[in-house]
Nanobody, 117 residues
């Protein structure tokens, strides 16, 4: 049973930084592409960043140069370092794990990030 537990959200001022963590249990971590998605009120959930087991990354244009996704395969954890935060980054951030062969996807419970202007 795959479980994802996020932490690190909170309230920060414009220009500030936060680091999100997502600990995964169940399954072989390297067999999963890990990702962060976010959903703002009244909007659809959108991709923020993904990282493969080999470390290849992909970012939404809106966060390139400000956010960095990374993973610690020994600790079964993925991180999202968020710098230069803007009010439009305010959303619930969700961790996602997708198996590279079956494409089965799993979601965390979400963590709130609020950026005040």
């Amino acid at each position: 049973q795959v479980q994802l537990v996020e932490s690190g959200g909170g309230l920060v001022q414009t220009g500030g930084s936060l680091k999100l963590s997502c600990a995964k249990s169940g399954g072989i971590f390297n067999f999963y592409t890990m990702g962060w998605y976010r959903q703002a009120p009244g909007k659809q959930r959108e991709l923020v960043a993904t990282i493969t087991g080999g470390g290849s990354t992909n970012y939404a244009d809106s966060v390139k140069g400000r956010f960095t996704i990374s993973r610690d395969n020994a600790e079964n954890t993925v991180y999202l370092q968020m710098n230069s935060l803007k009010p439009e980054d305010t959303a619930v951030y969700y961790c996602n794990a997708r198996h590279i062969i079956s494409q089965q996807a799993y979601w965390g419970q979400g963590t709130q990030v609020t950026v005040s202007s």
